[in-house]
């Protein structure tokens, strides 16, 4: 991250600067002091390694985290210098709508509150999961000789709402689900 501005260090009399990250709805940060690695680690004292981090975890499907880093290092920082870290996060079960799918980070003046700048970034999409997937061979004389028919119960649970399945046979090359049926009412293939 680039700030346009200089973050000021706490002084004196005047309040220091901080930072706000909030990540987008639903996420979590996993935990702010152990999992926080500055990028490269190496380098960790051209950052804010005298700044203190707080974290505050969102309550429910909706809400944000975040954490603030109040700036206290003994000089300035300049405007435009690269920042970087690393922390782990959790992700939610489901991308959230587009409008609270991004990351924002916010520059806030320690002394007035105002805003210094701000800027938002698109966060990547979550691959939904199946839990608990099984494939059996079932019936009395399970078939498994090659080019014969053999029948399978295929279980799972649904992470989120779905109205459709793929199920794909990556191996043998040419596997065929032709004639394939549902054991459930309601459902096709």
């Given at each position: 991250?680039?700030?346009?501005?200089?973050?000021?260090?706490?002084?004196?009399?005047?309040?220091?600067?901080?930072?706000?990250?909030?990540?987008?709805?639903?996420?979590?940060?996993?935990?702010?002091?152990g999992?926080?690695?500055?990028?490269?680690?190496?380098?960790?004292?051209?950052?804010?390694?005298?700044?203190?981090r707080?974290?505050?975890?969102?309550?429910?499907p909706?809400?944000?985290?975040?954490?603030?880093?109040?700036?206290?290092?003994?000089?300035?920082?300049?405007?435009?210098?690269?920042?970087k870290?690393?922390?782990?996060?959790?992700?939610?079960?489901?991308?959230?709508?587009?409008?609270?799918?991004?990351?924002?980070?916010?520059?806030?003046?320690?002394?007035?509150?105002?805003?210094?700048?701000?800027?938002?970034?698109?966060?990547?999409?979550?691959?939904?999961?199946?839990?608990?997937?099984?494939?059996?061979?079932?019936?009395?004389?399970?078939?498994?000789?090659?080019?014969?028919?053999?029948?399978?119960?295929?279980?799972?649970?649904?992470?989120?709402?779905?109205?459709?399945?793929?199920?794909?046979?990556?191996?043998?090359?040419?596997?065929?689900?032709?004639?394939?049926?549902?054991?459930?009412?309601?459902?096709?293939?």
């Amino acid at each position: 991250m680039q700030m346009p501005s200089k973050l000021q260090s706490l002084k004196a009399k005047t309040p220091a600067d901080f930072l706000v990250i909030e990540s987008p709805a639903g996420y979590e940060f996993v935990d702010c002091a152990g999992t926080f690695q500055w990028e490269p680690p190496k380098d960790f004292d051209l950052y804010l390694p005298a700044s203190p981090r707080t974290c505050y975890k969102g309550n429910g499907p909706m809400e944000r985290s975040n954490m603030t880093i109040k700036i206290q290092e003994p000089l300035d920082i300049p405007a435009m210098r690269v920042i970087k870290f690393r922390i782990d996060v959790k992700n939610p079960a489901k991308t959230p709508h587009v409008m609270l799918n991004h990351w924002v980070i916010t520059h806030y003046n320690g002394l007035s509150g105002k805003i210094m700048s701000t800027a938002a970034y698109l966060s990547w999409n979550i691959i939904p999961q199946l839990a608990s997937p099984f494939i059996q061979l079932i019936g009395d004389n399970v078939n498994k000789a090659a080019g014969t028919k053999s029948r399978m119960a295929i279980s799972f649970v649904p992470i989120n709402d779905a109205d459709q399945l793929e199920v794909w046979a990556k191996l043998p090359a040419g596997f065929d689900f032709t004639g394939c049926q549902a054991l459930t009412e309601g459902h096709e293939i």
